[in-house]
């Protein structure tokens, strides 16, 4: 199990007029902490796009507990719970200090530059061999 | 089972790198055929607000099969399959003609001023009893 | 002088919490101005970009005189004023009825998949020449 | 003269099918740039919308010399040149280390909740008289 943490302020921009952040914008958030945890793995995404690789989503999920307010620091958990074989699942936790905000999760697949399913690349599957071991 | 239809022109603001929609973005489109919804109902979510209600996004999910693209344009079809208690489901389907691009569905549960949750109000109870009948 | 008119709907995505809304979100309004002037013009964007185009902002300015609330309907008046040369200029006023909110410009400049500037299509040119005369 | 720097990752959301920062997006950065220069001023923005003031954008403007890209880290220089009176200014160049990508101005004026002009908060200007002298 990998996990990674990206603190994060909250910005004005981020917020609607229920005064609390737009639900959507925790999917950014999300995405934020899924780049600093494959970057933390050896895997930099960008890398990953020069090469010809896609990492679309293909399923998103969150419940919202309390909100995030505007100039807030908040904390997002990503966890990789298993060693991802076609399909790449990750998991969020969007934190105010002690208070858990938010939760979620990503499914993503990769695709080539024509939008068809492809194996992860090579480099990927090798870094989460060494990562999560054989038998995992 | 109401059903509403609300048609929209995708913006390049909305699209990524990757050429295609956000799919955090889709939600701002569930939010758009919500409000649309409510109006066929009879019910104007801004005046909600006016009267001290809010209507949080408490749960949401989306699966992507195929993407949007910029200057598509797209029809977001919006169920409200049972009347709505303390919680109202809301589902969604993403459609560019016949094809299917992303279905989704957000939960909501009503708040007042303070955030403490509350019952619907009550011209919302009366015209879902309307519509849904008393023994649905 | 070409002018165009899009009627937009505000979506609650669109608020901040000062209540209105946020003010960077007109220049996607302005963009859903400029994408149905070009196509009136007969010019459709996304087929320039298709044939290797790209029009990038280079400059941006608004004026702010009164806000856009959630669920205005609100139109976007762009104008194309003169006949565009190697740069691109377009005028916008969002009003609401008779009030206008804000009024703005942008700027903009062909460029070629590398990014290098370029003369405008010659489809482009030959559609404006129509539009504007050999002597404007 | 008052100088802030705040540092920030491009995130994936904010890029469009360009494959740069979609440009509305830079004014949200602006927006941290302001925030950040105000709390080392010490003044803390959300307190004063606490105290039920509120700061809206009246103007904005905007030259793109170069685009920013996806995982860049980018440097906001946000510039307080003059002391504010009823209006307030504030220029920003947006940098990825030497390089000027883009350049921009905001300015500001304080309304109260009704939405009516109002003079800054008194600590407000007594800061301000503060940082920039009786005679500036």
Not at 1 to 20: C, H, K, P, Q
Not at 109 to 135: C, D, H, K, S, Y
Request: with cysteine; charged share 25%; aromatic share 12%.
């Amino acid at each position: 199990m990998i996990v990674s943490r990206s603190t994060l302020s909250v910005r004005y921009a981020e917020t609607d007029m229920m005064g609390v952040v737009y639900h959507a914008n925790y999917l950014a958030w999300f995405e934020v902490g899924r780049t600093q945890l494959l970057r933390e793995c050896g895997v930099v995404y960008k890398d990953l796009e020069a090469q010809g690789f896609r990492l679309p989503v293909v399923e998103v999920g969150a419940k919202y507990f309390r909100p995030a307010l505007y100039d807030d620091t908040v904390t997002v958990v990503t966890t990789l719970a298993e060693k991802p074989l076609l399909r790449i699942r990750l998991d969020y936790e969007v934190r105010r200090g002690e208070e858990l905000l938010v939760t979620g999760f990503t499914v993503h697949g990769f695709i080539n530059l024509q939008g068809e399913p492809v194996r992860p690349p090579a480099a990927f599957r090798t870094r989460m061999a060494e990562l999560f071991g054989r038998v995992s």
